[in-house]
């Protein structure tokens, strides 16, 4: 198991950059933060959630939803425990909570997006024009 706290989110404006961070700590002997894929999601009021970005267990791959590619950049730091999300050229429709995940995997690809097990409780970024 691993429990995750998001930080970094708040309100900026249009064009604005943010970075989230996203906290995993090690609740149980014998698993490491390397045995977990790592993604963002987000979810906007009376919308789905929504993929933003993944990366997998020793971050050799990273993938991205349409919406954000080419603007965010998802990235872990092992010493730390921690994944963070880059978020450059903001716009009002990346107005969402978003949330951490993790699954814990012995894959080295991404995880598939409905695979994630963990959840963080999310932090919200708004964003105005």
């Known amino acids: 198991q691993v429990q995750l706290v998001e930080s970094g989110g708040g309100l900026v404006q249009a064009g604005d950059s943010l970075r989230l961070s996203c906290q995993a700590s090690?609740?149980?002997?014998?698993?490491?933060?390397?045995?977990?894929?790592m993604g963002w999601f987000r979810q906007a009021p009376g919308k789905d959630r929504e993929f933003v970005a993944g990366?997998?267990?020793?971050?050799?791959?990273?993938g991205y939803g349409d919406s954000v590619k080419g603007r965010f950049a998802i990235s872990r730091d092992y010493n730390n425990r921690m994944v963070h999300l880059e978020m450059n050229g903001l716009q009002p429709e990346d107005t969402a909570v978003y949330y951490c995940?993790?699954?814990?995997?012995?894959?080295?690809?991404?995880?598939?997006?409905?695979?994630?097990?963990?959840w963080g409780q999310g932090t919200q970024v708004t964003v105005s024009s």
């Open positions: 090690r609740r149980t002997v014998g698993s490491t933060f390397s045995d977990y894929a």
């Open positions: 990366i997998s267990r020793y971050g050799g791959s990273t």
């Open positions: 995940a993790a699954e814990r995997t012995q894959s080295t690809a991404l995880v598939p997006t409905a695979n994630y097990d963990y």
